[in-house]
T-cell receptor
């Protein structure tokens, strides 16, 4: 199993640009989530999904959209990038909302 | 509401010394508790977890943690530090309810002195 994969590994955007961070898992996990990691702040939940077609907001959802059309994929869209969105983004999946998350390798995003 | 507090954003120990990383949680219902490790430029990897049963939990790489309900703590220990243990460590909690989501502490960076 590849586990949780994320692309790209690195991305530089200009303010106002949009892009999609890709996340896929091959463990047939129902629960998927997106976090951002900033120095001294741990991981903060952006959006999550409890199954295909079902998404909900986390702690810091503003400026981000998600959709879940399949069990495997959970892309994160930045609608209009801002410097405050410079961060490392992690996708995670688990067999249930109470299961331990399995994390992808992360995407390091810089917004200029 | 549940929360996690990790005492000390940075801990430095000598190689061969005891490693102790502190984690306290708050939860109104029985928690599930986790420790993750993050090596530089990598994702988070599960070290160990407590759900139910034995309160002393052993994980990978010689780490262990003890769930102490009376102290609401889940401290991570390793008897003898190795240079390869240098990383960031995160404590996390889920409460045993269907509406709960995992909450992470702010992390502790562990440095190992030769």
């Amino acid at each position: 199993n590849a586990g949780v994969t994320q692309t790209p590994k690195f991305q530089v955007l200009k303010t106002g640009q949009s892009m999609t961070l890709q996340c896929a898992q091959d463990m047939n996990h129902e629960y998927m989530s997106w976090y951002r990691q900033d120095p001294g702040m741990g991981l903060r939940l952006i959006h999550y999904s409890v199954g295909a077609g079902i998404t909900d907001q986390g702690e810091v959802p503003n400026g981000y959209n998600v959709s879940r059309s399949t069990t495997e994929d959970f892309p994160l869209r930045l609608l209009s990038a801002a410097p405050s969105q410079t961060s490392v983004y992690f996708c995670a999946s688990s067999y249930s909302i109470q299961g331990e998350p399995y994390f992808g390798p992360g995407t390091r995003l810089t917004v200029l | 509401a549940q929360s996690v507090t990790q005492l000390g954003s940075h801990v430095s120990v000598s190689e061969g010394a005891l490693v102790l990383l502190r984690c306290n949680y708050s939860s109104s219902v029985p928690p599930y508790l986790f420790w993750y490790v993050q090596y530089p430029n990598q994702g988070l990897q599960l070290l160990l977890k407590y759900t139910t049963g034995a309160t002393l939990v052993k994980g990978i790489n010689g780490f262990e943690a003890e769930f102490k309900k009376s102290e609401t703590s889940f401290h991570l220990t390793k008897p003898s530090a190795h240079m390869s243990d240098a990383a960031e460590y995160f404590c996390a909690v889920i409460s045993y309810s269907s509406a709960s989501k995992i909450i992470f502490g702010s992390g502790t960076r562990l440095s190992i002195r030769p």
